[in-house]
């Protein structure tokens, strides 16, 4: 294909994506600061950000240890399942299935059956006979766990199927170098393996933590409601029957939007810093 | 200390393929030889030199490293190293930490490890490149890299699974010129697996013939070249000329005429080779000088390849193909005398299907 049409098809692509992107976010920076609001004059102001900031810590609080303690587990899970899935034989079919069949379920489905596991009353106390006054509380507890939990499996899945696709289509021939090099299946795994796979790690790793950041329904379903997350606290500020709140939504928005630039930003430095990349 | 291996009714096949790979193949690599797998692609010389360094396990038969029995062992406790087609050094490591890899993996320090790769570095004349990222270097540095790597494994056994066919030809001979000046360094047995007979003759003293599976001859060099088992080894190893005759007290009898060919020769119908190299044309004189040992032929073809020219000579049914020397005269219709080069013509069984192009 000729540069000129390529060309096209990308700016095509590409044209509507920067609509959204940048469109929106200014959209909702400028709604923030008082410059799109919905009755009275324009006037540019910070009000919305005082408005939240007495909840702020709390909630920044919240979300970033659900989504540190969600892509800390899915990492570990998923990586390791990439390793088992890398090196191949019947385990590794299984493993891909499972991972396959988990990916397609959706976040709010996935939240309402780990709410009927794990809460007091729920499958795992009724098979194990537990009072619900003994059961731990995993749904909606000081804890989180149930979010957790939540976000955990279903990104381990795709932290492992990413990893793993990208380690089989390299990896296969790099360990059999090491193996003839002397390395056994340790040290292979120590000085070969896990720093090829470093950067899809960091990636999927990323970009798991700022999905979660980003997404409500799983802590608005399974957390408690105080204190919220910022996307609970978002979404609900944006749906309440008062017009005046929306501005301190965008507020919240803007919040979410650059703690996620930041840890992306860290992602990218990580990539940059790395050999492999390099 | 010098090893052997040796291949006992190796056999492979692969899943979803319904023709083996190896057929119970039986191969004694002596201890101290540089020995060449030849033979075209899909023949199955790769599958033996992954099936020693067991990076595959046989279906069935035995690998004897110096006499063990190693089938079914691990590759990193074989003491075998092995360079790629590829290069594959690690691209998170630098060219020194590539080099010393070996030496960490058998549990040096990183600083020690490094420390001990730098005179394999040395070896293979790239000093300066130690801190160099693998990526940026060209593709005949990558490969000395990784052939310092693999030395600094100390192997016994050097399998070379093509190693220099991605490099263009000057860079190849460069290489083969490295082989030659690292012969001290390198370990003693060496099994290269190349389809180029030219390469196969400037690194090896013994190539083994491979096709479909079956090692078809394994014999120095000069005998692959000269006394070709069969007609497909002499097509294998560049020979053009395979002429249907008869043999009979060790002359070759054909619309050639009458060819002195080894006493070993069997009685009867029977193939003669001989390598086209080895067809001398002489001046018009040279028949009545030496009856009996000079032929004449046809010119029926001529054909020029680069500053070199070849003639298909042809008389009855036979057709011999010749090199032409520098500065002799021919053209096609015109009648030449040619000879062999004394004992350079050897006779093969006929094969069941002859090669189109033979007469």
Known sequence: ?278 | MTTAITLQAVSKEFKRHPVPALRGIDLDILPGTRTALLGPSGSGKSTILRIIAGLEDPSGGQVLIDGRDVTGVLPERRGVGMVFQRSLLFPHLSVLDNVAFPLRAAGASRRAARAAAVPYLDLVQLPDYADRNVASLSGGQQQRVAIARTLAARPTVLLLDEPFSALDPDLRADMHGLLAELRTELPPTIVMVTHDRDEAAAVADRIAVVESGVVLQHDTVERIYSRPSCQAVARLMGGRNAVLGVVSGAVHSSDLGQVAVPESAPEGPGVLVVRHESVQLLGRGAAAAHPGEVYTGTVAQVTRNGARRSVTLSRGNAAIEADVPPGVDVSEGSTVVFSFVDGAPSVVPIEAHAAPGQS
């Open chain 1, 1 to 278: 294909m000729t540069p000129g049409p390529a060309r096209f098809l990308v700016l095509v692509a590409a044209i509507p994506a920067a609509i959204v992107v940048v469109g929106g976010l200014g959209f909702t920076v400028a709604q923030s600061l008082g410059l799109l609001p919905l009755v009275g004059p324009a006037r540019l102001s910070v009000d919305a950000y005082t408005g939240v900031a007495s909840e702020l810590p709390s909630s920044i609080a919240v979300s970033v240890g659900i989504a540190v303690a969600s892509t800390t587990l899915a990492v570990l899970v998923g990586g390791t399942a990439a390793v088992l899935i890398v090196a191949g034989g019947r385990l590794a079919r299984v493993l891909i299935g499972l991972g396959a069949a988990t990916v397609t379920v959706p976040h709010l489905i996935g939240a309402a059956a780990i709410g009927l596991l794990l809460a007091d009353s729920g499958l795992l106390a009724r098979t194990f006979q537990v009072p619900p006054t003994d059961w731990p509380s995993l749904v909606g507890g000081p804890w989180w766990v149930a979010v957790i939990l939540e976000y955990a499996w279903k990104e381990a899945a795709f932290v492992a199927l990413v990893v793993a696709g990208t380690l089989t289509t390299r990896v296969a021939r790099f360990d059999e170098t090491a193996a003839v090099l002397g390395a056994n299946r340790a040290t292979r795994l120590r000085l070969v393996l896990l720093p090829l796979a470093a950067p899809s790690v960091i990636l999927t790793g990323a970009i798991t933590f700022i999905y979660t950041l980003g997404s409500y329904e799983v802590a608005w379903l399974l957390g408690r409601t105080y204190p919220e997350p910022l996307s609970v606290m978002a979404v609900r500020l944006y749906g309440e029957v008062s017009l005046t709140t929306r501005p301190e939504a965008a507020a919240v928005a803007v919040v979410i939007v650059t703690l996620s630039t930041l840890v992306a930003a860290a992602a990218f430095t990580l990539l940059r810093r790395s050999a492999v990349w390099r």
